[in-house]
């Protein structure tokens, strides 16, 4: 799936680093470098090629597939030969995508699935061998700082003081609770510093959408307590961290938000809205409220898988899915309530973007030939 043209602001004060970027590409009569962001997940292949822009960066092409790379690993912890086929197959599709526009830097990485795979490093050897990409396994603790990154501009720092961000996965699912009256915030976008991230608190829990599904297979029987019974699976997962209490106060208070991004919230995003088709513009930055998605809730636990699929937000591909991420939202909401909800369609790939545009590859000087003529320049 490609989608058109966006563009995409991560600044909170209105001023803007990545607009000198381009400014000084304009002014040598070049056209703006391109950046790709690739993240390689346990359900997802997805894709991001942007130009720096004036409120951040600009979307010149994405792609999308479902791989489900981590199907059958719940089994033995291996991933399966349909699977890494599957995978290989759009990874050649962002490879070839990504050599026609000559990007000047990429960053490739892949999450849980390859993390805890055996024989994930074997597939990554594949991977380079066929596709000639050359993919980063990032830790959990990456993973949670750019998905934070990728949602800076959600977040809604005079009416809330502290931010809970919820990256649901394929295989994984990462919290992290974000202190917004902190400065840190200022200035990612110019120089993109994980560390300066005000963080205060993050879990990594091997529990995503398909390996939850897996766990939890649906019968069709006694639909509430198949729900329920995965709710409380991830609820005592979180009960068990408690190096985010000393943030309970602040909670308690009513003033935080919560940031949700992944494919199944944005498909109760788009089901609450009635979409007939889904709209990235109508549903990234929408806002709920805890009734908005139990409402949502009901209304697929009230449909079989056809009728989910049928749904177009939904489909075929995440029909079965859809409550496993619906359940994980439900259990961080009622373990941590917040005040509003906030849907994010960006995150990983965004965070990736931001940290290759904070730091572009430097051009090497021009040698100059015997009598002045300076040497064509050698890429970078």
Excluded at 37 to 63: H, M, W
Excluded at 361 to 377: D, I, L, M, V, Y
Aim: with cysteine; hydrophobic share 40%; net charge positive.
């Amino acid at each position: 799936m490609s989608e058109a043209p966006q563009s995409f602001g991560a600044r909170q004060d209105g001023r803007d680093g990545a607009r000198n970027r381009g400014g000084r590409d304009r002014r040598r009569g070049e056209a703006p470098p391109l950046y790709a962001a690739l993240d390689l997940g346990t359900n997802n292949c997805r894709l991001l090629i942007a130009t720096p822009a004036a409120d951040g960066f600009r979307i010149v092409e994405a792609y999308s597939r479902i791989v489900r790379l981590g199907e059958g690993m719940t089994a033995d912890c291996h991933l399966q030969e349909p699977a890494m086929e599957r995978a290989l197959t759009a990874l050649k599709v962002c490879s070839e995508r990504i050599k026609r526009r000559n990007v000047a830097g990429l960053r490739a990485v892949a999450t849980q699935a390859c993390r805890s795979a055996l024989n994930g490093a074997h597939f990554l050897g594949r991977v380079r061998e066929e596709t000639g990409l050359v993919l980063e396994i990032i830790t959990p603790k990456q993973e949670a700082q750019l998905s934070v990154a990728g949602c800076l501009n959600l977040f809604d720092r005079e009416g809330a003081d502290a931010a809970l961000v919820i990256d649901v996965g394929g295989g994984s699912t990462e919290l992290s609770w974000v202190d917004l009256t902190d400065n840190g915030l200022e200035g990612q976008t110019e120089r993109f510093e994980p560390h300066r991230l005000p963080i205060r608190a993050w879990l990594s829990m091997p529990v995503g959408v398909v390996s939850l599904a897996e766990r939890f297979p649906e019968t069709g029987e006694d639909p509430q307590g198949w729900f329920r019974n995965m709710v409380a699976d991830v609820s005592d997962r979180i009960a068990a961290f408690p190096h985010a209490e000393k943030l309970r106060p602040v909670f308690a208070g009513g003033r935080t938000q919560l940031v949700g991004t992944s494919g199944a919230i944005t498909s109760l995003a788009g089901l609450h809205l009635g979409l007939r088709r889904y709209d990235r513009a109508r549903v990234d930055g929408l806002w709920l409220t805890d009734a908005d998605c139990a409402a949502v809730t009901e209304r697929l636990l009230a449909m079989n898988p056809r009728e989910r699929a049928a749904q177009p937000c939904i489909g075929p591909d995440r029909a079965d899915l859809v409550l496993a991420g619906a359940a994980i939202l439900r259990a961080v909401q009622e373990s941590w309530p917040c005040a509003r909800a906030r849907v994010a369609d960006r995150g990983l790939r965004e965070g990736l973007l931001l940290s290759l545009m904070a730091s572009p590859p430097r051009r090497r000087k021009r040698r100059r030939r015997r009598g002045g003529t300076p040497s064509p320049a050698k890429p970078a």
